[in-house]
């Protein structure tokens, strides 16, 4: 028997026939009393049971077992010897748990699925953060456990993953005021691409949400809402103000909520208001002048209209009304008067002549009349510095200027086109008396020299601190042609570094 063992394959030991071969021989008949003739026939009936019963181990049985039972087969087969490292035991489960755990897993698994579409529609790598990327990490790992058969691990995973998307799903809810909130402001600061990501988020979240359908569909026309408020804006600058007005019109018939549109159209619309009744005062006035007192009444009807507190009109009617019955003198002095309350001193100075003409002794018509002259001439400076501020530039004119400002400052009851004009000239004059940093660059070799300033010498890099106005750096060096650098300072505005080097040698 130990030499049938020894030819049995090495990977069928576990079947182990010897063992039965045992057990058929301990039912074997025992030897007969001492002193009887042992017969042959049982020993060779029992060989050759024992013979087949070998032959059934070795051949029929491994194939019943693999029939009947794979899982059995697999487990009775010895694995290779081998060194592990020590750890926790896999645990077991029967083809029954196993099966079950995989129905559970793809049950759970179709419903992290469609869970995971809907976050996904409501953008939540958005913002979901570390609690989306867990939500990713479970799932992950969950879809690793199943591909690899651990459903005892997919389980877990995915149950905890359907958690933190649920815990997802319900923050989504805190979402959507966030959300309309930051589109709505991002909407008035003019942020199109931001407000229509913020409205689509909730719009994601809430198909129906009317305000968020709303500002998307304002966000959505906001580039053109932009462009037609940045053309009305240009040529509102520009002075076009009814050019200005219909871009205003425009942007509003786009979007009628967009403020900025709105409030700059009030306010060209005022201005234009104040245009009109400025064309028609003048136009009253004139009127006046030639003493056509019906074209004054109607001309100063018209400006009350549309300024029914302008006094200066109310006293234009009641002048108009009054021309008539006034004599030639008195029509004459009101005119004056109110040419003076007007600020249009030529005009003035004219009804002054006029009344002198009249009477060389009138009083008022002498004293209007070197008033008028006086303010006639501030103005006419005026207007002139202000329509040319680079005359500034010359330290005589800005010295001139700034005696001027103080005769008007001193002028009692200036009046607005004055008030006006010297708050203008103050801020130019500050700007022309403000010095600009400017950087010269030499070469330490060039002797330069800036007229107005004075010689620097030689240098690498010098800053100077100029008033605005034109300036020439005269570079000289021995051996080298001369080099004239001209620049001009403006006020408020940096200037590149003016480089000053002789190169060309004689």
């Known amino acids: 028997m130990g030499e049938q063992h020894s030819d049995i394959p090495e990977h069928e030991e576990v079947i182990q026939p010897v063992e039965l071969g045992l057990k058929a021989a301990a039912v074997a008949p025992a030897a007969p009393p001492s002193g009887e003739q042992p017969t042959l026939w049982p020993i060779v009936l029992a060989g050759g049971v024992l013979l087949i019963l070998v032959v059934g ?22 694995q290779p010897e081998a060194v592990t490292p020590e750890g926790p035991a896999e645990p077991e489960f029967t083809a029954e748990e196993l099966e079950r ?11 992290l699925l469609t869970q995971q579409a809907r976050l996904q529609e409501l953008s939540a790598s958005s913002w979901g953060a570390e609690q989306w990327q867990n ?38 809810v805190g979402i959507v005021d966030s959300a309309l909130r930051a589109g709505n402001a991002a909407l008035e600061a003019g942020n199109a691409a931001l407000a229509q990501e913020q409205f689509r988020l909730v719009i994601g979240i809430e198909p129906e949400h009317e305000a968020a359908q709303r500002g998307l569909a304002r966000a959505e026309r906001l580039p053109e809402v932009l462009a037609l408020t940045q053309r009305g804006q240009v040529a509102e600058r520009d002075g076009a103000l009814d050019s200005a007005a219909a871009r205003y019109r425009e942007a509003l018939a786009v979007d009628a909520a967009w403020t900025p549109a709105r409030t700059a159209l009030t306010r060209v619309e005022s201005r234009l208001r104040e245009q009109r009744f400025e064309t028609l005062m003048s136009q009253a006035y004139s009127a006046l002048a030639e003493e056509r007192f019906d074209n004054a009444h109607e001309y100063f009807s018209g400006a009350l209209a549309l300024r ?7 006293d234009g009617k009641l002048q108009a009304e009054q021309g008539l019955r006034l004599d030639q003198i008195a029509l004459m002095e009101a005119r004056a008067l109110a040419f003076e309350r007007r600020e249009l001193w030529p005009q003035a100075t ?26 006639a001439d501030l103005d006419t400076k005026l207007s002139h510095l202000l329509a040319n501020p680079n005359l500034l530039f010359d330290d005589r004119v800005l010295a001139d200027t700034q005696n001027l ?19 203008q000239l103050g801020r130019l004059v500050r700007l022309a008396s403000t010095p600009v940093a400017v950087e010269l660059v030499s070469d330490n070799l060039t002797d330069v020299t800036v007229y107005r300033v004075g010689q620097l010498g030689v240098f690498g890099q010098t800053t100077l601190e100029l008033r605005p106005g034109n300036y020439t750096a005269i570079g000289s060096r021995d051996g080298y042609r001369d080099v004239r650098e001209t ?14 080097v002789c190169v060309e040698q004689i």
């Open 350 to 375: 004219e009804q002054f002549k006029r009344a002198l003409e009249t009477d060389a002794n009138l009083v008022f018509a002498q004293e209007g009349l070197e008033r008028a002259q006086r303010r």
């Open 101 to 111: 755990l995989r129905m559970q897993a793809e049950t759970l698994l179709a419903e």
């Open 57 to 78: 181990v070795f051949f029929v049985l491994p194939s019943w077992v693999a029939e009947d039972d794979p899982q059995q087969q697999v487990a009775v087969l010895p």
């Open 405 to 423: 400002l103080a005769t008007a400052a001193a002028i009692p009851e200036p009046g607005q086109r004055l008030v006006e004009q010297t708050e």
């Open 308 to 314: 029914p507190e302008a006094q200066e009109a109310a």
């Open 135 to 172: 939500y990713e990490d479970l799932a992950r790992g969950g879809d690793d456990a199943y591909l690899a058969n651990a459903f005892h691990e997919a389980v877990p995973a995915y149950t905890q993953a359907l958690e933190v998307g649920t815990a997802l799903l319900e923050r989504s």
């Open 487 to 500: 620049f001009t300072v403006l006020p408020g505005r940096p200037l590149a570094p003016i480089r000053v």
